[in-house]
C-alpha cells in the first residue's frame, strides 16, 4: 500500500470518527431539548390533576403488580410492604417466588401470615411448573396479596407466571427489591385513562437509586446522596437517561424500553404477543419491541407512555463487579433485541419505530461502545506511527470531556428545576465534581462492561441473566 492510499484511508476513518461524534451530540442535545419542553407541558398539567378522584373511583382500571422474586430475603418482607401500602383503589399483588434456594418464601409466609390454598391456573402461556403452590394470607389485611412458588426459570418465565395468574385488566411488572412510592400506580395509570385518541400499550416511570436513604417499614422516610463514586455516578447515569432521553422518545412515541424495576402494561396485549421471551436477558426491551411491531403489522395506532415523576427506587449497585455484571446483561439485551427484530430497523413501514428509534438505539447504543474502543485503539496505532496531529487530538478529547460534563450538568438542573429529590446541602455541589470525574472514573467501566457484554454475547455460550448482589435497604 502506498503513502497516498494509507493517507486517503486514514482521511476517511477520521472523518468518520469526526462525524459519528458530531451527530451523537447532536441527537442527545435534541432529545435533551424535547425532554425539557415534554417535562415542562408534564409539570404545568399535573399541577391541576386530581389524584383523589382516581384513588377513590370504582371505575379505576384494575391492576395487578406482578413481582418476580429470586433470594431477595435481605428485601423482601419490606418491600411487599411498600407493594401493599399503594394508594389506589382496584389492586391486587402477586409475588412470584422463583424457586428461590433463600428463606424468602418462608419470611413471606411468616410476616404476612399466608397459607397455601388450592387455585388453578389458567395457562395463556407456557411455565415452569408450581414448586410448593399458592399462597394467600388468613389476615384480612393482606387479602391482596397472592404468593406463587414455582420452580425457578428465570425473571421472565415468573412474569409470565404474574400474567397467567392476573386476572386485571393491567398488570404493573416491578422488580420486588424496588421500593413503589404509594401514589405510583395513579400516575402511571394517568396516560392509559387521558388519552383517548391512541391506545396506550404501557407506560413506564421514573427510577432514583435509594443507596444511603432511609427506609422503614416499606416507606422512604429520608433521602440521602450515596457515598461512593460508583454510586453517585450512577445517579447522573440515571438522570440523563430518564430525564434527558426518555422523555424525549415519549414525546416522539419512539420509546423501545421502559425498565423492569417499574413498568405498567396491557395485560391482554401481552399475552397475545406470547408474553415475555425467556430466551433473552433484555425481556423488558425485548417485549416492549414485540409489543409494538405487532401493533404497526396490524396497522393499530398505539402510544408508550412515560411519567417523569420518581415513582419507584432501587438498590444500585454497590461494587464494580456487580455493575460489570449489571451492564453486561444490558448490552447483550440490547444485542440480542435489535438482532431478533432487525425487520424494522431502516424500515419505512414502520415509520419512527423504524426510521428514528431503531437506528439511533443501533448507533448510540449498540454501536457505541465498539465505535468508541476502536476510536481509542486507531489513536494508539497513529502514536505508533508517529502520525498525532496533537491539536487535533486535544481539541477532539476536549470537546468530548466537556459535552459530556456539559450534559450531566444540565441533566442536574433539569433535576433541581423540577423533582428536586436530593434536597441536603452541598449535594447539587457533589453532584458537579462527579460529573467532572465521572467521564475519568466511572466511564471506563461501563466501556469495559459494555465490550464484555459483546464478548460474552457472541462467544461465551453460558448467556445467564446474572445474579444482583444486594446489601440490603437501609431499615434503620
Given at each position: 500500500?502506498?503513502?497516498?492510499?494509507?493517507?486517503?484511508?486514514?482521511?476517511?476513518?477520521?472523518?468518520?470518527?469526526?462525524?459519528?461524534?458530531?451527530?451523537?451530540?447532536?441527537?442527545?442535545?435534541?432529545?435533551?431539548?424535547?425532554?425539557?419542553?415534554?417535562?415542562?407541558?408534564?409539570?404545568?398539567?399535573?399541577?391541576?390533576?386530581?389524584?383523589?378522584?382516581?384513588?377513590?373511583?370504582?371505575?379505576?382500571?384494575?391492576?395487578?403488580?406482578?413481582?418476580?422474586?429470586?433470594?431477595?430475603?435481605?428485601?423482601?418482607?419490606?418491600?411487599?410492604?411498600?407493594?401493599?401500602?399503594?394508594?389506589?383503589?382496584?389492586?391486587?399483588?402477586i409475588i412470584v417466588n422463583d424457586g428461590?434456594?433463600?428463606?424468602?418464601?418462608?419470611?413471606?409466609?411468616?410476616?404476612?401470615?399466608?397459607?397455601?390454598?388450592?387455585?388453578?391456573?389458567?395457562?395463556?402461556?407456557?411455565?415452569?411448573?408450581?414448586?410448593?403452590?399458592?399462597?394467600?394470607?388468613?389476615?384480612?389485611?393482606?387479602?391482596?396479596?397472592?404468593?406463587?412458588?414455582?420452580?425457578?426459570?428465570?425473571?421472565?418465565?415468573?412474569?409470565?407466571?404474574?400474567?397467567?395468574?392476573?386476572?386485571?385488566?393491567?398488570?404493573?411488572?416491578?422488580?420486588?427489591?424496588?421500593?413503589?412510592?404509594?401514589?405510583?400506580?395513579?400516575?402511571?395509570?394517568?396516560?392509559?385513562?387521558?388519552?383517548?385518541?391512541?391506545?396506550?400499550?404501557?407506560?413506564?416511570?421514573?427510577?432514583?437509586?435509594?443507596?444511603?436513604?432511609?427506609i422503614r417499614h416499606g416507606k422512604l422516610?429520608?433521602?440521602?446522596?450515596?457515598?461512593?463514586?460508583?454510586?453517585?455516578?450512577?445517579?447522573?447515569?440515571?438522570?440523563?437517561?430518564?430525564?434527558?432521553?426518555?422523555?424525549?422518545?415519549?414525546?416522539?412515541?419512539?420509546?423501545?424500553?421502559?425498565?423492569?424495576?417499574?413498568?405498567?402494561?396491557?395485560?391482554?396485549?401481552?399475552?397475545?404477543?406470547?408474553?415475555?421471551?425467556?430466551?433473552?436477558?433484555?425481556?423488558?426491551?425485548?417485549?416492549?419491541?414485540?409489543?409494538?411491531?405487532?401493533?404497526?403489522?396490524?396497522?393499530?395506532?398505539?402510544?408508550?407512555?412515560?411519567?417523569?415523576?420518581?415513582?419507584?427506587?432501587?438498590?444500585?449497585?454497590?461494587?464494580?463487579?456487580?455493575?460489570?455484571?449489571?451492564?453486561?446483561?444490558?448490552?447483550?439485551?440490547?444485542?440480542?433485541?435489535?438482532?431478533?427484530?432487525?425487520?424494522?430497523?431502516?424500515?419505512?413501514?414502520?415509520?419512527?419505530?423504524?426510521?428514528?428509534?431503531?437506528?439511533?438505539?443501533?448507533?448510540?447504543?449498540?454501536?457505541?461502545?465498539?465505535?468508541?474502543?476502536?476510536?481509542?485503539?486507531?489513536?494508539?496505532?497513529?502514536?505508533?506511527?508517529?502520525?498525532?496531529?496533537?491539536?487535533?487530538?486535544?481539541?477532539?478529547?476536549?470537546?468530548?470531556?466537556?459535552?459530556?460534563?456539559?450534559?450531566?450538568?444540565?441533566?442536574?438542573?433539569?433535576?433541581?428545576?423540577?423533582?428536586?429529590?436530593?434536597?441536603?446541602?452541598?449535594?447539587?455541589?457533589?453532584?458537579?465534581?462527579?460529573?467532572?470525574?465521572?467521564?475519568?472514573?466511572?466511564?471506563?467501566?461501563?466501556?469495559?462492561?459494555?465490550?464484555?457484554?459483546?464478548?460474552?454475547?457472541?462467544?461465551?455460550?453460558?448467556?445467564?441473566?446474572?445474579?444482583?448482589?444486594?446489601?440490603?435497604?437501609?431499615?434503620?
Open positions: 500500500m502506498n503513502t497516498s492510499t494509507l493517507q486517503i484511508i486514514m482521511t476517511i476513518i477520521h472523518y468518520f470518527f469526526l462525524i459519528f461524534s458530531l451527530t451523537a451530540i447532536t441527537s442527545y442535545v435534541i432529545l435533551a431539548i424535547i425532554s425539557a419542553v415534554e417535562t415542562i407541558e408534564y409539570l404545568k398539567k399535573n399541577s391541576f390533576v386530581n389524584y383523589k378522584e382516581i384513588l377513590t373511583s370504582p371505575f379505576s382500571p384494575s391492576i395487578s403488580i406482578i413481582a418476580p422474586a429470586y433470594n431477595e430475603s435481605l428485601n423482601i418482607v419490606e418491600n411487599v410492604r411498600s407493594i401493599l401500602s399503594s394508594h389506589y383503589v382496584n389492586y391486587d399483588v428461590s434456594t433463600d428463606d424468602s418464601l418462608s419470611k413471606l409466609i411468616e410476616a404476612y401470615q399466608l397459607v397455601e390454598i388450592d387455585y388453578d391456573i389458567n395457562e395463556h402461556i407456557k411455565t415452569k411448573p408450581l414448586r410448593k403452590g399458592v399462597y394467600k394470607s388468613t389476615n384480612p389485611a393482606f387479602d391482596k396479596l397472592t404468593v406463587i412458588d414455582k420452580e425457578n426459570g428465570g425473571k421472565a418465565d415468573a412474569l409470565n407466571m404474574g400474567l397467567n395468574v392476573s386476572t386485571s385488566k393491567y398488570v404493573a411488572c416491578i422488580d420486588v427489591d424496588c421500593l413503589l412510592l404509594e401514589d405510583a400506580l395513579q400516575k402511571m395509570i394517568k396516560p392509559f385513562l387521558e388519552i383517548t385518541d391512541v391506545k396506550v400499550i404501557a407506560a413506564g416511570g421514573v427510577i432514583r437509586i435509594s443507596n444511603s436513604s432511609i422516610l429520608d433521602v440521602n446522596f450515596p457515598k461512593t463514586w460508583l454510586e453517585q455516578g450512577q445517579i447522573l447515569e440515571y438522570f440523563r437517561a430518564f430525564l434527558l432521553g426518555r422523555m424525549a422518545w415519549s414525546r416522539l412515541n419512539g420509546l423501545l424500553v421502559i425498565s423492569g424495576a417499574f413498568g405498567l402494561f396491557d395485560k391482554k396485549l401481552a399475552i397475545k404477543v406470547g408474553g415475555y421471551d425467556t430466551n433473552t436477558v433484555g425481556e423488558d426491551m425485548e417485549i416492549i419491541v414485540r409489543m409494538r411491531r405487532y401493533l404497526e403489522d396490524t396497522k393499530q395506532k398505539y402510544k408508550v407512555a412515560y411519567i417523569p415523576d420518581p415513582l419507584c427506587w432501587t438498590e444500585a449497585p454497590y461494587n464494580y463487579k456487580t455493575l460489570i455484571s449489571q451492564r453486561n446483561r444490558w448490552t447483550r439485551g440490547t444485542i440480542e433485541t435489535l438482532k431478533r427484530h432487525r425487520k424494522i430497523g431502516f424500515n419505512p413501514k414502520y415509520k419512527t419505530l423504524g426510521l428514528i428509534s431503531y437506528p439511533y438505539w443501533f448507533f448510540f447504543e449498540r454501536m457505541a461502545p465498539i465505535i468508541e474502543v476502536a476510536g481509542i485503539l486507531y489513536f494508539g496505532i497513529l502514536m505508533f506511527l508517529h502520525e498525532v496531529r496533537w491539536d487535533y487530538a486535544f481539541a477532539f478529547i476536549l470537546m468530548a470531556y466537556l459535552f459530556s460534563v456539559l450534559f450531566s450538568i444540565v441533566a442536574i438542573v433539569s433535576e433541581e428545576l423540577s423533582f428536586n429529590q436530593y434536597k441536603k446541602k452541598s449535594t447539587g455541589l457533589k453532584l458537579v465534581i462527579i460529573a467532572l470525574i465521572e467521564p475519568i472514573v466511572n466511564h471506563p467501566v461501563i466501556l469495559y462492561s459494555a465490550i464484555k457484554g459483546n464478548l460474552d454475547y457472541y462467544f461465551n455460550k453460558n448467556k445467564k441473566w446474572g445474579e444482583m448482589v444486594r446489601k440490603g435497604m437501609n431499615n434503620a
